[in-house]
């Protein structure tokens, strides 16, 4: 679909959730609610664990 109009959803401000990362135990913020039996990582620590 080439030229074909672009579409955006603006759903506002995400609500943020405070964490604290996995691997370093750096404080964040994440854009989903933690649950305890899922690692959450900070931005950096994410990058090394992202999968290509």
Avoid: I, L, N
């Avoid at 691997?23 to 899922?38: E, M």
């Amino acid at each position: 679909m080439e030229g074909g109009p672009r579409r955006s959803f603006d759903r506002g401000p995400r609500e943020m959730h405070d964490a604290t990362c996995s691997d370093c135990g750096a404080k964040t913020q994440v854009p989903f609610k933690p649950s305890a039996d899922r690692p959450v990582y900070c931005r950096d620590c994410f990058q090394k664990h992202r999968k290509f």
